[in-house]
């Protein structure tokens, strides 16, 4: 199902929700633009939250936007780490709702 030619499908979904598609765009270069955050922050952060998300797509598309952005290995390693501790911690805290008063 993966496949990043599937992306050039997005013009299809533009086309058929055209003020819809164009909010998400301008909410998106918003979103990444510098701010109090750097680009390659930001990108960091997208590239954990992928992780998390499991989203292919977006693993690929901001793990290059974040090494275009600077981000070195073991920056990215560390931010992979970082949504992996946030994963085991909702199940780990989850685990309390297993257990009665």
């Known amino acids: 199902m993966f496949d990043m030619k599937n992306l050039s499908r997005l ?31 930001k990108q960091l952060i997208a590239v954990a939250v992928a992780l998390t998300t499991q989203c292919p797509y977006c693993i690929e598309l901001h793990n290059k936007a974040a090494r275009d952005a600077g981000a070195t290995d073991a920056q ?25 008063d």
Do not use: C, Y
């Open 76 to 100: 990215l390693a560390e931010a992979a780490m970082v949504a992996a501790a946030i994963r085991a911690g909702g199940a780990v805290t989850h685990a309390t709702h297993l257990f009665a």
């Open 11 to 41: 013009k299809t979904l533009g086309e058929n929700a055209p003020e819809t598609m164009k909010a998400f765009w301008a909410f998106d270069k918003a979103a990444f633009a510098d701010g109090v955050l750097s680009a390659q922050h």
